[in-house]
């Protein structure tokens, strides 16, 4: 069955540091993988997204994710977090064909320090 | 509108009462998910109409809940005779295409925060 694991449930990082989140998952075929941010009291906005092709994608706010299909994995990576950048953040997993139905992980909520 | 909204944002029941918790999806989407929440969790699937077919209620936790999407646009989320169990934010997406073997990008509202006491 299809599966994400995201290690890490809290994080806190000093703003200007780096950032990396971790992400697994399980599924048989080539998987569609995301990252979602969420604010309080906002929706998921979609942060970046991986189909095929280059392993290493870029989204919006100067994240990046790269898909390591030996490791089963899809870390989401930030040079330089911003205070704005404080939220939840979502892996989730896309079942390829029919309809997209997305399997989420449980989360990482993210802290930044002034 | 420009995106998906939900009504209401806030929801406050007793236990044992009925909920209607309503989705407006993005004007021409084809696909309508919705997700359940629960605290601390990752969003959940719970059904996914095209047009005003319910092709997938697999995740529906129980016979009390049901979902309809009677004209292919606005949906409503109903539950019956609530639990404590039922309290989460209720998700709702919904992207342009219908099925098929290319992706369809969701895109999802504010939630609606459902509290049973």
């Known amino acids: 069955a299809q599966s994400v694991t995201q290690p890490d449930i809290h994080i806190t990082v000093s703003e200007g540091a780096s950032l990396e989140l971790r992400c697994n998952y399980s599924?048989?075929?080539?998987?569609?993988l995301f990252w979602y941010v969420q604010s309080p009291g906002q929706g998921l906005q979609l942060l970046l997204k991986?189909?095929?092709?280059?392993?290493l994608v870029q989204g919006i706010k100067g994240f990046e994710a790269e898909f390591k299909r030996s490791q089963s994995s899809f870390n989401l990576r930030k040079p330089s977090v911003h205070w704005s950048d404080a939220a939840e953040y979502f892996c989730?997993?896309?079942?390829?064909?029919?309809?997209?139905?997305?399997?989420f992980g449980a989360g990482t909520r993210l802290a930044v320090h002034p | 509108g420009a995106g998906v909204s939900q009504s209401p944002r806030y929801k406050v029941a007793k236990r044992g009462q009925d909920v209607a918790l309503r989705c407006d999806p993005i004007?021409?989407?084809?696909?309508l998910f919705w997700y359940q929440q629960a605290l601390g969790q990752g969003p959940e699937f719970l059904t996914y109409f095209q047009n005003e077919a319910q092709l997938d209620k697999s995740g529906l936790p129980s016979d009390r809940f049901f979902a309809e999407r009677p004209e292919g646009s606005v949906s409503t989320l109903k539950i019956q005779r609530t639990q404590q169990e039922d309290s989460a934010v209720y998700l709702c997406?919904?992207?342009?295409?219908?099925?098929?073997?290319?992706?369809?990008?969701?895109?999802f509202g504010p939630g609606t925060r459902l509290t049973v006491l």
């Open positions: 991986y189909f095929s092709g280059d392993t």
């Open positions: 989730a997993v896309g079942v390829s064909g029919g309809y997209n139905k997305l399997i």
């Open positions: 004007s021409g989407h084809v696909s």
């Open positions: 599924y048989g075929a080539t998987p569609y």
């Open positions: 997406a919904s992207s342009l295409r219908g099925q098929g073997l290319a992706y369809n990008e969701q895109f």
